[in-house]
């Protein structure tokens, strides 16, 4: 029942994550630009943030994360060893793992995307103040 639990939290802030968009400070190029110019700018920085994020360069990155719930399946194996509920034990381990390992790393595909693209539209000329 906890694995099930924490399984659909999960999915659900992965879906948050990826319904998310910047939101740009009304600055001199965002009047210049328009909301069509603006969102085709956004957009763009979009693309080629997952493009990064698909990349060996961006996979490497990312790996540090990763790590956690390959070590949080480990201990979750130990620990359905004394509970007797090892599978339980190895899927609850990598979630919370992930978990632990993205918070530790603070870095997460959603997070890198986030940086990548603030930092595109900064380059040219938009002042991200935030994400919904």
């Given at each position: 029942m906890k694995s099930t639990n924490t399984?659909?939290?999960?999915?659900?802030?992965?879906l948050?994550?990826?319904?998310?968009?910047?939101?740009?400070?009304?600055n001199t190029r965002y009047k210049e630009r328009g909301k069509s110019g603006s969102k085709m700018d956004i957009d763009r920085c979009m693309e080629r943030a997952d493009k990064f994020i698909d990349?060996?360069?961006?996979?490497?990155?990312l790996k540090g994360a990763g790590g956690g719930?390959?070590?949080?399946?480990?201990?979750g194996a130990i620990a359905g060893i004394f509970t007797g509920d090892i599978i339980g034990g190895i899927a609850q381990g990598a979630a919370m793992?992930?978990?632990?390992?993205?918070v530790g790393a603070s870095l997460t595909?959603?997070?890198?995307k986030q940086a990548y693209v603030n930092r595109c539209l900064g380059k040219k000329?938009?002042?991200?103040?935030?994400?919904?």
């Open positions: 399984c659909f939290i999960l999915l659900f802030l992965v948050i994550g990826c319904s998310s968009r910047p939101v740009l400070y009304p990349s060996p360069r961006g996979k490497k990155i719930s390959i070590v949080g399946s480990a201990m793992g992930a978990a632990g390992g993205a595909p959603d997070s890198l000329g938009y002042e991200v103040i935030g994400w919904d």
